[in-house]
């Protein structure tokens, strides 16, 4: 399946389908078995690039409707 990217109100990028995420290094991720992923917006998690619901308590607030 092609990669779908989700921006969700107010919260992570949701990534499905067939991708790769590379740190600065090239280095990639071990993603198998994991059909989605959620990539932080807000900056403030602990388990950078990835999602760990800080969003919820920091005030993080991020638009996101195609224009």
Known sequence: MPAKITVNE???LKNEGD???LDAA???WNLE???A???CRCGQT???PFCDGT???CGFV????AV
Request: no cysteine; glycine share 16%.
């Open 10 to 12: 107010n919260g992570p």
């Open 19 to 21: 991708f790769r995420i």
């Open 26 to 28: 090239g280095n990639a």
């Open 33 to 35: 078995g994991k059909p």
């Open 37 to 39: 992923v959620f990539i």
């Open 46 to 48: 602990a388990k950078a």
């Open 55 to 57: 969003h919820k308590s």
């Open 62 to 65: 991020g638009p996101s409707k």
